[in-house]
Structures are given as structure tokens and as C-alpha cells.
């Protein structure tokens, strides 16, 4: 029966030679400039491929994910209500609230929530 120490350097082993066969194998030899360059129905393109990303779309995205990641940190205040010391549960979810309302207030202070110029 094998050790562990050898059956893990067995493992190494052949975990090395499989990734430096993939990365022979790999390879791309020739690099054509027509291949790597966007396809438009077989014609040059008229612009460039890459379009302008709103960033006030992604600063919305990024502002609603983190809301919704505290309410998804809120809710299990309900499920440990009855577990719980009121008071701490009451203190808890209040400081949630607050840091959730401060946050909230700070994005609409700052502008970030006006679609519109």
C-alpha cells in the first residue's frame, strides 16, 4: 500500500505533465491578422467593434446589488426573532437599518441616482 506523501507526489506528477502537454498542444502557430479582427458579413468594419458602456448604468447596477445584499443579510432577522434576546435582536436589525438608510442617503446626496442630467 502507498503512502500518502507518495501517492501525492504521484498526483504532482502527473498533474505537471498533463498541464504542460495542454499547453504544447496548445499553441497556435500562425497568428492571422484577418482571423483575429471583427467579422462583419465578410466586409471591413465600418466602426469600431467596441461599444460605449454606460457607467451610470453600471454605478445603478453596482448600488443595487449592494442593497440587495443587505436586505438578503436582513431578512434572516425574522427567522431568529423568536431565538434571540429582543433587545439585541432590535439593536442589530436597527444598526442594519441605519447603515442601509446612511448608505442610501449618501448615493442620493452624491447624485448617483439621478438617471436624467
Known amino acids: 500500500m502507498l503512502s500518502t ?3 501525492a507526489s504521484i498526483i504532482i506528477t502527473l498533474s505537471i505533465i498533463v498541464m504542460t502537454l495542454a499547453s504544447i498542444l496548445s499553441k497556435k502557430s500562425i497568428i ?3 482571423k483575429s479582427s471583427p467579422f462583419e458579413c465578410g466586409f471591413d468594419p ?3 467593434s467596441r461599444l460605449p458602456f454606460s457607467l451610470r448604468f453600471f454605478l445603478i447596477a453596482v448600488i443595487f446589488l449592494i442593497f440587495d445584499v443587505e436586505i438578503a443579510l436582513l431578512l434572516p432577522l425574522i427567522l431568529i426573532l423568536p431565538y434571540s434576546n429582543l433587545s439585541t435582536w432590535f439593536t442589530v436589525g436597527l444598526f442594519f437599518l ?3 438608510l446612511v448608505g442610501l442617503y449618501h448615493e442620493w446626496n452624491q447624485g448617483a441616482l439621478e438617471w436624467a442630467e
Open 98 to 100: 441605519i447603515i442601509l
Open 5 to 7: 506523501f507518495s501517492m
Open 46 to 48: 465600418k466602426s469600431s
Open 32 to 34: 492571422d491578422r484577418e
